[in-house]
């Protein structure tokens, strides 16, 4: 064995003996509640896809009819000679959903975030995060050699303190004043409750900081027009980057911020993840303007409030079967267990009564926070949640002490 593969071995054994390894299960069957894996059925409440649009055929056929058109392959970045037509008809219809001046789609939520991120802030800005924002988030925070400051989650108290410091911590290498970014999630993604927007804009206000909010497990879902939780606390005009994912209840692929024109001119100069890397696929593009559409149409109204409807059978379920759950309305439900050992224990037994809700654990969520995280879709049928309620309540009856 080679050096490196010895010492790689070293660090995988260190983090089974932490039972923080991790592993891939292969699914063979696609994204919908009943999957199969590794040869067997489960109902499946582990998917970001909310609305059940992954396999929707109008979408795969937006898809098909996109790869007839298009082919596979962009061939280049945008900025070279693979900006086609899908791409600015997706950025099109997305400033049209979320009402902005304009839109930039990038390959990953993951990607969206490093890019611009790293394209606003540099040395002697400020950036201050909520302690549960993704790791795309950190990543991009940390990479943008801006000054971190993190605030205990949706603490507005310590959020204050952090913007009250940066008004004199603010100074560029050259004297310049720096420039302040709060970021936040919306949705947060493993805990399934809402950021306070309002609170959010008006400290930003106050304090002349920029407000960037992640609508990752909220686009789809939330505000009249399901353009998400800003649209719904009609805070949207207000908050200077919106970005998001479409690979969760728009069922594709890639990631976007909409915002005024200019913000997407800048970053199509300096988002190193736009600029050097090759564009998605078209067909990708013409499948996640399709999402778009039918998530605006009626029949997104109709599969959101389908959605709700899930999440309340569910809730009732688990509440039933004596999880605690915090009581926001969310299609994340985090089954708190507490040790690592435990909880994957849990997803286990689970797994073996036919149910695929994996255990969550560091660095995911911080240490001794492990828990299931189990997601409800618009595609679940009621017998699935009733099956579930009955392995929920035999799960906790099994669980020695509470959770
Ligand atoms: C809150 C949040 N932001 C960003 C991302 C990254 O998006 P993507 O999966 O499209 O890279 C995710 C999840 O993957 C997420 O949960």
């Known amino acids: 064995m080679n050096s490196l593969d010895a010492e790689l071995g070293r660090r995988l054994e260190d983090l089974d003996r932490q039972v923080l390894r991790r592993t891939l299960r292969s699914v063979e069957s696609p ?30 056929d937006a898809l098909i009819e996109g790869a007839h058109r298009f082919g596979t392959g962009a061939g280049a970045s945008r900025l070279i000679c693979g900006n086609l037509e899908p791409h600015r008809e997706l950025e099109t219809e997305l400033a049209r959903f979320k009402q902005t001046e304009a839109a930039l789609t990038f390959s990953t939520g993951y990607a969206t975030a ?5 394209a606003l802030m540099s040395q ?37 303190a952090h913007l009250s410091w940066s008004q004199t911590a603010r100074r560029k290498p050259d004297g310049a004043q720096g420039q302040v970014l709060v970021i936040t999630e919306s949705v947060f993604s493993m805990d399934g409750d809402l950021a ?13 900081a920029w407000l960037m909010v992640d609508e990752a497990h909220a686009t789809g879902l939330y505000g009249t027009h399901r353009r998400g939780v800003a649209e719904a606390m009609e805070m949207s005009p207000l ?35 736009f600029v050097f890397s090759t564009a998605p696929p078209p067909a990708v593009a013409c499948a996640a303007r399709a999402a778009v559409r039918l998530v605006a149409s009626e029949e997104g109204e109709r599969l959101r409030q389908l959605l709700w409807a899930r999440v309340n059978q569910v809730k009732e379920a688990v509440l039933a079967a004596g999880w605690p759950l915090p009581p926001v309305q969310s299609p994340i439900l985090p089954l708190f267990v507490g040790p690592e050992a435990a909880a994957l224990e849990v997803a286990a037994r689970l797994q073996a009564a036919g149910f695929l809700i994996p255990a969550i654990r560091y660095p995911t969520v911080p240490k001794g926070e492990a828990r299931l995280r189990l997601t409800v879709t618009a595609a679940h049928s009621p017998e699935q949640i009733s099956e579930l309620s009955v392995a929920l309540r035999h799960e906790r009856l099994s669980l020695s002490g509470p959770p």
């Open 239 to 273: 908050i200077d980057i919106q970005m998001g994912t479409l690979g969760k209840a728009l069922g594709v692929a890639g990631g976007y911020v909409a915002g005024s024109q200019v913000l997407v001119d800048w970053l199509v100069n300096r988002a190193r993840s």
């Open 196 to 208: 306070p927007l309002r609170n959010l804009v008006e400290l930003k206000e106050r304090y002349d």
């Open 31 to 60: 994204q919908q509640p009943l999957m199969t894996v590794g040869g067997r059925q489960l109902i499946n409440f582990s998917s970001n896809d909310y609305l059940g649009l992954a396999s929707h055929p109008r979408l795969r």
């Open 114 to 118: 490093l890019g611009t991120v790293c």
């Open 124 to 160: 002697g800005d400020i950036i201050i995060l909520d302690r549960l924002v993704h790791a795309s988030i950190i990543d991009a925070a940390r990479l943008s050699k801006a000054t971190l400051r993190i605030f205990a989650h949706n603490d507005m108290e310590q959020l204050e």
